[in-house]
């Protein structure tokens, strides 16, 4: 066992080229006003990936082949997009299918569930999820969900919907984990990544702070989350493919200045 350790943390400095993103909701008014711009301003800044969230679903297919052109042209990725709960349903799930496609998005990441409650109405959530995954598996795409803060909660029978979820979906469902809606709920994102091996493919890196003042105002890394445990985590048993960095405050320079500064963050805190 102790000759293991070395070769484990050899492992981990290597897996630490898992590229980095951004979820572009949180440059969500600039890219309102110049979509192209912004995305360009974003790969320069150095990162890597983006996500589109659910505007993009109103695209033709030729806006998506224009994205498509400049992602190239930048040398960045766009892996996944987040989507409303429409973007799986049969009248929307075509679409969803084309677009993606266009922009190399394999997972189509549901950022909220439709209304439901209780138990039952989870699992028939989760029964919605894995529709879906039977569709797109045969366009070599994947749905998943991301979690906010409702869904640690326990409900009347004490299982928590994120449970309910997990156990009611094929394994190809990617399990988004937003870590900064899971510390404001309380739940232990690492035990959450450890004990779902190979299904946590992203992570929002979305940080917040107990305390006046703090909450979703805190910059990624200046707040309450375990990120080199959850790191770990995510590389040696949650499969992640990539990291996108996610702010829902842009702070007093504006949202430009905090996606720089969460980025600089990553990179002091990664090493790299």
Request: proline residues 6%.
């Amino acid at each position: 066992m102790a000759g293991a350790a070395p070769f484990a943390a050899s492992a981990f400095a290597q897996s630490r080229n898992v590229p980095v993103g951004l979820e572009l909701y949180a440059v969500r008014e600039e890219l309102k006003k110049d979509r192209p711009g912004t995305v360009t301003a974003v790969a320069k800044m150095g990162y890597q990936v983006v996500e589109f969230y659910s505007p993009y679903l109103e695209w033709s297919a030729e806006q998506a082949k224009d994205v498509r052109k400049l992602l190239d042209d930048l040398g960045i990725r766009c892996p996944s997009t987040h989507n409303s709960p429409q973007s799986i349903g049969p009248e929307r799930i075509n679409k969803a299918i084309e677009l993606n496609g266009i922009i190399g998005s394999k997972y189509i990441i549901l950022a909220s569930p439709p209304k439901v409650s209780g138990a039952d109405g989870w699992k028939g959530f989760a029964d919605q999820l894995t529709a879906a995954a039977e569709k797109l598996r045969s366009h070599g795409m994947a749905t998943g969900f991301h979690n906010h803060a409702s869904e640690w909660k326990p409900l009347d029978d004490g299982k928590r919907p994120m449970d309910i979820i997990a156990a009611g979906t094929p394994k190809d469902v990617v399990l988004q984990l937003d870590v900064g809606t899971a510390v404001e709920a309380g739940a232990d994102p690492v035990a959450w990544i450890n004990g779902n091996p190979g299904r946590i493919k992203s992570i929002h890196l979305k940080d917040w702070g107990k305390g006046e003042g703090r909450g979703y105002n805190v910059a990624f890394g200046e707040g309450d989350a375990p990120w080199k445990a959850i790191f770990q985590a995510a590389e040696s048993t949650g499969g992640v493919e990539y990291y996108l960095i996610e702010q829902e405050r842009p702070g007093p320079d504006g949202e430009m200045a905090m996606a720089r500064r969460c980025l600089e963050n990553y990179k002091k805190l990664r090493g790299v």
